[in-house]
């Protein structure tokens, strides 16, 4: 597609039931990370994938969270038993290069997926 | 390991005014910064970016940013605001190889 794609545009679940956030990246770009965003606790990174490699699960804030990324394509982010603090807009981005910032690694960001737990 | 440090949370400048939002970075060696910018319920679109291969960078919508490593400092600059410029600003650095860490971010408002 055009750019980074991700549904729903917004959740609103009760506390203890599972979501599932899906992003679809630019084609052809190999890395695909989820960020965070909180209020007040600004940008969080959660987990990055480059092409097949193990994921860079070190930002994830609790076993309660999980991702997976099909295909070197398609992602998606779990959460189970959900809190309301995990109330934010969760932020998926694609970008071609392996270096986060480096020669084509410019991160292409979807609009987010709002997520309210009540 | 790098950071950024946005020193304002909140500007707020009149249409046809200069916009001034500051950045402050921390690294033992020359860094890569961007700025990324964020309009309401809208995802982050990157402004500009700066690779060492020039101190002064030209980004979209008229923007720019000055590298200056003796002020350790990447502040981005408008010349003269529009209403559409009024979004929320990030400085951003890389964390190590794989990801990017996010300044807390600077709220702009622009009056008419």
């Known amino acids: 597609g055009a750019g980074v794609s991700q549904s729903p545009s917004n959740k609103v679940t009760e506390k203890g039931k599972d979501v599932e956030l899906r992003c679809d990246p630019i084609?052809?770009?190999?890395?695909l990370y989820w960020y965070r965003q909180s209020l007040g606790q600004g940008l969080e990174f959660l987990i990055y994938?480059?092409?097949?490699?193990?994921?860079?699960k070190s930002g994830l804030p609790s076993d309660r969270f999980s991702a997976e990324r099909t295909g070197g394509s398609v992602s998606t982010l779990t959460i189970q038993r959900t809190q309301q603090e995990d109330s934010a807009v969760y932020l998926c981005?694609?970008?071609?290069?392996?270096?986060?910032?480096?020669?084509?690694?410019?991160?292409?960001f979807g609009e987010g997926s709002r997520l309210t737990v009540l | 390991a790098q950071s950024v440090t946005q020193l304002d949370s909140h500007v707020s400048v009149s249409e046809g005014t200069p916009v001034l939002l500051r950045c402050n970075y921390s690294?033992?060696?020359?860094?890569?910064l961007f700025w990324y910018v964020q309009h309401p319920n809208k995802g982050l679109q990157l402004l500009l970016k700066?690779?060492?291969?020039?101190?002064l960078v030209k980004g979209i919508n008229g923007f720019e940013a000055e590298f200056k490593k003796s002020e350790t400092s990447f502040h981005l600059t408008k010349p003269s605001a529009h209403m559409s410029d009024a979004a929320e600003y990030f400085c951003?650095?890389?964390?190590?190889?794989?990801?990017?860490?996010f300044g807390s971010g600077t709220r702009l408002q622009v009056q008419p």
């Open positions: 981005a694609s970008s071609l290069g392996r270096l986060a910032g480096g020669p084509g690694g410019e991160l292409f």
């Open positions: 084609s052809g770009h190999t890395a």
């Open positions: 994938f480059q092409g097949n490699s193990a994921p860079d």
């Open positions: 690294s033992s060696y020359s860094p890569s």
């Open positions: 700066y690779t060492s291969a020039a101190t």
């Open positions: 951003v650095s890389p964390t190590g190889r794989r990801a990017l860490t």
